[in-house]
Nanobody
Framework: QVHVVESGGGLVQPGGSLRLSCAASESIFSIAQVGWYRQAPGKQRELGVRMTNGIWVNYADSVKGRFTISRDNAKNTVYLQMNSLKPEDTAVYYC?????????WGQGTQVTVSS
């Protein structure tokens, strides 16, 4: 069974940067779809970015130009670089992996943007 784990969350001041990691238990990112979701308190979980066929698509206008994606297949890891962070970015961030008919979720990592 494939396991995915998010890490890199924490407390950061507005305007700061943070890099989140999504690590998999095996080499799957080269053939799988990968998405970053987030869920703020009292809000529905929303899709931020998703990679399909090696191309990242941003589904949230609020993060365009501030969040970027990178992948290291050798380390079985996908990264989310978050810049110019705002208090509205405070949420639990989740990594979602889809491989064929199977779907996997991580436990999430908390990001808090506050002075």
């Amino acid at each position: 069974q494939v396991h995915v784990v998010e890490s890199g969350g924490g407390l950061v001041q507005p305007g700061g940067s943070l890099r989140l990691s999504c690590a998999a238990s095996e080499s799957i990112f080269s053939i799988a779809q990968v998405g970053w979701y987030r869920q703020a308190p009292g809000k529905q979980r929303e899709l931020g970015v998703r990679m399909t066929n090696g191309i990242w698509v941003n589904y949230a206008d609020s993060v365009k130009g501030r969040f970027t994606i990178s992948r290291d297949n050798a380390k079985n890891t996908v990264y989310l670089q978050m810049n110019s962070l705002k208090p509205e970015d405070t949420a639990v961030y989740y990594c979602n992996v889809i491989r064929g008919p199977n779907e996997y979720w991580g436990q999430g990592t908390q990001v808090t943007v506050s002075s």
